[in-house]
């Protein structure tokens, strides 16, 4: 079946990056998402990947992709304050008329000083 | 307004109550989206409506009745909860045709809590 895989937490200190690895089953994803959800409030796109691309690079944020292994990871550079929230990897399976992203279950990530 | 928007932003209800969560885009999406959050358990995808028609009913218990009367607005109808409903409910939409990525755009959820 699918499923999207996350670990939970991560730590790191300000001004470092922060590496979020998820892992996902379905071969046949067509994009790969990453959200943002900061305290109370909806969750934000940060930014996606087709499958057919190995890295896609915004501003702090890249996003790495290993087709073969099915892992996606998110790196932030220069970690900020303002960067903490939980972070969802999501795919998309790419059928149907309305997309049925399958999301994992958030890494929480904490900003320490 | 622009986005995507739900009201109301908190609801406290008891098991007796009949409630509504009330879901508006305005992104000209043609697809909208009920998904339930809770500590318990990640993202789970409760209803997906297309062009106002219901393509997905993923085993949700009867107590939530989810209502589209067009494609921007979409309801989630509450009644006769139990207390284990209580989680933030979020909504969202998508452009929802064949183009891709079909990427959807999240409103800010309603923190739903059952006495």
């Known amino acids: 079946g699918e499923d999207v895989e996350q670990s939970l937490f991560l730590s790191v200190r300000e001004g470092d990056s922060s590496v979020i690895n998820c892992t996902y089953t379905?071969?046949?994803?067509?994009?790969l998402y990453w959200y943002k959800q900061e305290p109370g409030a909806g969750l934000q796109l940060l930014t996606y990947i087709f499958s057919n691309m190995d890295m896609k690079q915004d501003q702090r944020l890249t996003v790495l992709l290993n087709k073969k292994d099915k892992h996606l990871s998110l790196r932030i550079a220069d970690t900020q304050t303002g960067d903490s929230a939980i972070y969802f990897c999501a795919e998309d399976p790419g059928y149907s008329s309305a997309s049925k992203i399958i999301f994992g279950s958030g890494t929480r990530l904490s900003i320490r000083p | 307004e622009t986005g995507v928007t739900q009201t109301p932003r908190h609801l406290v209800m008891g098991m007796t109550n009949k409630k509504s969560l009330k879901c508006e885009q305005h992104?000209?999406?043609?697809?909208m989206y009920w998904y339930k959050q809770s500590a318990k358990k990640p993202l789970e995808l409760m209803f997906v409506y297309s062009l106002e028609e219901r393509v997905e009913n993923n085993s949700v218990p009867s107590r939530f009745s989810p209502e589209c009367p067009n494609s921007s607005h979409l309801f989630l109808h509450l009644h006769t909860l139990q207390p284990e409903d209580s989680a933030l409910y979020l909504c969202?939409?998508?452009?929802?045709?064949?183009?891709?990525?079909?990427?959807?755009?999240f409103g800010p959820g309603t923190r739903l809590t059952v006495l």
């Open positions: 969202a939409s998508s452009q929802g045709t064949s183009g891709f990525p079909d990427t959807q755009y």
């Open positions: 379905d071969s046949s994803s067509t994009y």
């Open positions: 992104l000209g999406h043609n697809a």
